[in-house]
C-alpha cells in the first residue's frame, strides 16, 4: 500500500501559492518603502520607514527577498548621503539628532551586510562586499567634501568592514537556523569564506593602495582586541593572496577613494619661478636676497619633475649663502639628495660648490662635517671627472689655487684645487669624524651614503655615542710602570722620607 501523502495535492497547490503571492507582496512593499523614502529625503519630512526596511532585511528568510532588501536600503542611503544628511554641518539641534539617528541604521545595515559575508548563499556573500567598498566609497567621499581639512577616509564604517572580514560573525539567517544548538553557532563562521577573500583581494586589497594602506592599519586593532586564534589566521590567509605591494612613493597609483589621490592646493604664495641663470652661469641677484622659506617652496612645493629641475640650481642659491647652521640643516637636505645622482648638474658648478664646503668644514662642528663628508662623498661617485679633487699630487699644497673670494661659481679654479681640507680631518679629534675622513683613501665601492643617517647628528647625540661606545682593546701605555715614589730617585738605597714628620713635629 503506498503511503499517504502528508498533505492533499490540492493543499499543497494551494501553500505554494500563499507563498509566491507573499513573496510579491514582500517585493511590492519593499518597492513602496523605497519611493517613499526618497520622496522624504526631497522634501526633507520623516525616515522613519527606514526601520521598517531595516527590519524586512533582517528578518527575511529566502535569498531573492534579502537580496531585494539590501540592495533597496543600499539605494536609499545613496541618495541620503548625497543629501548631505550625513555630514553636513549644522548647528541646528534637530539635524544633530536625525543625523545621529541615521548613522545608527546605518551601522545596523553595516553589521547586517558583515554578517552576510558568511551566508551560505553565495550570491548574497558578494553582493554585501560589494554594497560595503560601495558605501565606503560614498561615507568617504561625503567626509571629504564637508571636511576643512582635505581628503578624508571614513574610518568607522571601515572598521566594521575590516571585523566583518577577520571574525566572520555568522550570517543572521543563520543565527535564527540554529539559534537553539549553541556550540554549532560557535564552531562554524570563524573561518573567512574562500570567494569572499578572493574577491576583496583581487577587487580592491591588490589594487587600491588606499584601500591595502587602512586594511593593513585596522587589521592591527583587531588583532589586539580578539583573542580567537582564527583571526590571525583569516588575516595570514589575506596576506598570502597579495601580489604586489608599493616599494616607492611614486608606485602609488591607485585609489578606491579618488580624493584621496588628488594633490593637495597650492599656497597662495608658491615661488613657482625656476631658478635662473645668465649665460655664463652666474646666479641672479634675487636669488641671492632669497630667505630659506623661498626656496623652501622652490623645492618642496613642486612636483618631482619640477623639484628634480629645480635642483640644478641649488649650488648657485647654497654659495652665495649657505643655509646650513644646526637648526636649518635638515630642511635643504631634502633637495640636496637629488644633486649627487643628478648627471644633468653643470659640472663646472658642482666643483665649486664641494669646495667651498669642504673649507668651511675645517671651522665647523663635528656634526656639520659629519654630513659633509657621505654629501661630498656621493657627488664624486655621481661625477667621476671631480676625483681629480681627490687624486692631486701634494706638490704646491701651501698654495690653493680656489678663490673662496669669488661669487661666480665657473671662476673659482676649484678644479685646480683639491680637497685637502677634508683630508685633515683624518687626524680630527673626533673619532666619528677621524674614521669618516678615511673613506677618500679607499676604493669608491661603498653603496652611497644615505643622507638622511647624518642629519639628526649634535653634540650631545655625538658625545653620547663616544661614551657608550664599548672599547674591545685597552688602549696601549704610552709610559713603564714605575715603582718609585716622586721623592725617591729610582735605583736609590736610601730609605723614602716622610715630609710630614720632618716638616711637623707633636710634642
Not at 96 to 120: A, F, H, I, M, P
Not at 262 to 268: F, N
Not at 281 to 299: H, M, T
Not at 300 to 307: L, N, T
Amino acid at each position: 500500500m503506498a503511503p499517504r501523502p502528508s498533505l492533499p495535492a490540492s493543499l499543497k497547490k494551494r501553500k505554494l501559492n500563499n507563498d509566491s503571492n507573499a513573496a510579491i507582496n514582500v517585493e511590492v512593499y519593499i518597492q513602496s518603502l523605497e519611493t517613499g523614502l526618497i520622496i522624504a529625503v526631497a522634501t526633507k519630512t520623516s525616515l522613519n520607514q527606514l526601520t521598517d526596511l531595516l527590519d524586512i532585511a533582517r528578518k527575511a528568510e529566502e535569498p531573492p527577498i534579502l537580496s531585494r532588501a539590501i540592495y533597496t536600503l543600499y539605494r536609499v542611503f545613496i541618495v541620503i548621503l548625497s543629501a548631505g544628511l550625513l555630514h553636513a554641518p549644522s548647528s541646528d539641534e534637530a539635524a544633530k539628532k536625525v543625523r545621529s539617528w541615521l548613522n545608527e541604521r546605518l551601522q545596523r545595515y553595516t553589521q547586517l551586510l558583515g554578517g552576510l559575508l558568511q551566508d551560505e548563499d553565495l550570491k548574497l556573500r558578494t553582493a554585501a562586499l560589494d554594497i560595503l567598498m560601495s558605501i565606503q566609497k560614498h561615507l568617504s567621499t561625503s567626509v571629504s567634501k564637508t571636511s576643512s581639512t582635505g581628503p578624508q577616509w571614513h574610518n568607522v564604517h571601515f572598521k566594521l568592514v575590516v571585523n566583518a572580514l577577520l571574525t566572520c560573525p555568522p550570517s543572521p539567517r543563520h543565527k535564527r537556523r540554529f539559534k537553539k544548538c549553541k556550540s554549532e553557532e560557535n564552531d562554524e563562521g570563524r573561518k573567512v569564506d574562500p570567494e569572499v577573500r578572493d574577491l576583496f583581494v583581487e577587487k580592491w586589497l591588490s589594487v587600491n593602495d588606499d584601500v591595502r594602506w587602512f586594511f593593513l592599519r585596522e587589521s592591527a586593532n583587531v588583532l589586539s582586541s580578539f583573542d580567537n586564534p582564527d583571526v590571525p589566521a583569516n588575516l595570514l590567509s589575506f596576506l598570502e593572496q597579495l601580489n604586489t605591494f608599493p616599494t616607492e612613493g611614486k608606485e602609488l597609483s591607485s585609489w578606491w577613494v579618488e580624493e584621496l589621490g588628488s594633490r593637495p592646493p597650492k599656497p597662495k604664495s608658491t615661488g613657482e619661478d625656476d631658478v635662473d641663470q645668465t649665460p655664463n652661469g652666474e646666479a641672479s641677484q634675487d636669488l641671492a636676497e632669497d630667505a630659506e622659506d623661498d626656496w623652501r617652496k622652490y623645492f618642496e612645493d613642486e612636483a618631482p619633475v619640477a623639484e628634480e629641475k629645480k635642483a640644478h640650481g641649488l649650488p648657485l642659491i647654497l654659495y652665495s649663502t649657505l643655509y646650513l647652521p644646526g637648526s636649518r640643516r635638515p630642511p635643504p637636505q631634502k633637495p640636496s639628495t637629488i644633486l649627487p645622482y643628478d648627471g644633468t648638474v653643470p659640472q663646472f658648478h658642482v666643483p665649486s660648490f664641494v669646495k667651498r664646503l669642504a673649507r668651511l668644514s675645517l671651522s665647523a662642528p663635528p656634526s656639520a662635517i659629519v654630513m659633509i663628508i657621505p654629501f661630498t662623498y656621493n657627488i664624486l661617485k655621481k661625477h667621476p671627472s671631480l676625483m681629480v679633487l681627490i687624486h692631486r699630487d701634494e706638490e704646491g699644497f701651501e698654495h690653493d689655487p680656489f678663490d673662496e673670494t669669488e661669487v661666480n661659481p665657473t671662476k673659482t679654479r676649484a678644479l685646480e684645487s683639491s680637497l685637502w681640507e677634508l683630508y685633515t680631518h683624518r687626524h680630527h679629534y673626533h673619532s666619528a669624524v677621524s674614521t669618516l675622513a678615511k673613506i677618500f683613501t679607499e676604493a669608491f665601492t661603498k653603496p652611497n651614503y644615505a643622507l638622511e643617517d647624518f642629519l639628526d647628528h649634535t653634540y650631545a647625540t655625538l658625545f653620547d655615542t663616544e661614551v657608550k661606545r664599548r672599547v674591545k682593546k685597552e688602549p696601549a701605555l704610552a709610559t713603564e710602570p714605575s715603582h718609585h715614589t716622586w721623592f725617591q730617585k729610582p735605583n736609590s738605597d736610601t730609605p723614602q722620607v716622610d715630609l710630614v714628620e720632618d716638616l711637623w713635629s707633636f710634642v
